[in-house]
């Protein structure tokens, strides 16, 4: 039901953008978000967008670096990701979290998640 997409190998400092698209519901009254798992370490919380305000909430290490947005229209989010890193590299998961779920940095309380989309920086 959330298919990510956008993924690649790039070069540092360049950008991407990923999206997820919801298929088969709406998911209005759900936050959106982004986590990412890098080989051998835990997946940990990148982005997270609110369903009604688009309040948005970020990681420290990517903040001001990516923005989170969503198209509420075409029932989807995206992660634009500048100035990106080595340390960036990772495989990316959408994730959707009834308004009210408490998303904590390994999400394990989403409802949803979506397939991974895997992003390489090479230095």
């Known amino acids: 039901q959330l298919q990510a997409s956008g993924g690649g190998l790039v070069q540092a400092g360049d950008s991407l953008r990923l999206s997820c698209a919801a298929s088969g519901r709406t998911f209005s009254r759900y936050d959106m978000g982004w986590f990412r798992q890098a080989p051998g370490k835990e997946r940990e919380f990148v982005a997270r967008?609110?369903?009604?305000?688009?309040?948005?909430f970020y990681a420290d290490s990517v903040k001001g670096r990516f923005t989170i947005s969503r198209d509420n229209a075409k029932n989807t989010v995206y992660l634009q990701m500048n100035s990106l890193k080595t340390e960036d590299t990772a495989v990316y998961y959408c994730?959707?979290?009834?308004?009210?779920?408490?998303?904590?940095?390994?999400?394990?309380?989403?409802?949803?998640w979506g397939t991974g989309t895997l992003v390489t920086v090479s230095s």
């Open positions: 967008i609110t369903w009604s305000d688009d309040y948005t």
């Open positions: 994730a959707a979290g009834l308004v009210g779920r408490i998303w904590g940095n390994t999400g394990d309380n989403m409802d949803y």
